[in-house]
């Protein structure tokens, strides 16, 4: 069973750096099947994907356009985990942040395990 | 750019209706890259249909999906009070490489 560990801070200023962190069990970040995503969700926004790592030969990225310019997810293979961070953060950026597995090897594509969510504020 | 629109914007019932539940694509999409979210205030969305119509592990089969190309329904038969919540599509593989719709809000009454 994959289970999925968020921590980050809760409250960042504006300007500065959201840094989320999900600690993944019951799979491996350098999995060649699946892909680990950050999604968030606001009331203003609803559900939004915000970019995605996965391993495949080399290490991948893709980011969602609304955010490419701030945002960088890593992988940590030695602590089986991926990483999100949003650059010059605003109020806008207020959300409630999730990580996600994708299975990307199969004839389907869904987010089949969550994390349990970190709201994030950014306020002065 | 893939645009998903659900409607209605909420829907009201009472246990044992049946709720349908519209998503449209402004493009189409492939079958096998479509998939329904339950979305409960605070927890984490729990997907319910992959490949527009196979229910995922542990979904009841009061939950059932349908549709193709831009026209994507779920169904719940049988309403309880427990699937009160917020229900999202979602497309993968066009620009954006992912995308959500805006969900429609299930209330039972």
């Known amino acids: 069973q994959v289970q999925l560990q968020q921590s980050g801070p809760g409250l960042v200023k504006p300007s500065q750096t959201l840094s989320l962190t999900c600690a993944i069990s019951g799979d491996r970040v350098s999995s060649d099947r699946a892909a680990w995503n950050w999604i968030r969700q606001s009331p203003s926004r609803g559900l939004e994907w915000l970019g995605r790592t996965y391993y495949m030969s080399e290490w991948n990225n893709n980011y969602a356009e609304s955010v490419k310019n701030r945002i960088t997810i890593n992988p940590d293979t030695s602590k089986n985990q991926f990483s999100l961070q949003l650059n010059s953060v605003t109020p806008e950026d207020t959300a409630v942040y999730y990580c996600?597995?994708?299975?990307?090897?199969?004839?389907?594509?869904?987010?089949?395990?969550w994390g349990q969510g970190t709201l994030v504020t950014v306020s002065s | 750019e893939i645009v998903l629109t659900q409607s209605p914007g909420t829907l009201s019932l009472s246990p044992g209706e049946r709720a349908t539940l519209s998503c449209r694509a402004s493009?189409?999409?492939?079958?096998?890259?479509f998939a329904w979210y339950q979305h409960k205030p605070g927890q984490a969305p729990r997907l319910l249909i992959y490949g527009a119509s196979s229910r995922a592990t542990g979904i009841p089969d009061r939950f059932s999906g349908s549709g193709s190309g831009t026209d994507f329904t779920l169904t719940i038969s049988r309403l309880e009070p427990e699937d009160s919540a917020v229900y999202y599509c979602?497309?993968?593989?066009?620009?954006?490489?992912?995308?959500f719709g805006q969900g429609t809000k299930l209330e039972i009454k």
């Open positions: 996600a597995r994708m299975d990307i090897l199969g004839t389907t594509r869904q987010f089949d395990y």
């Open positions: 979602q497309q993968y593989g066009s620009s954006p490489l992912c995308s």
């Open positions: 493009q189409s999409v492939s079958s096998s890259y």
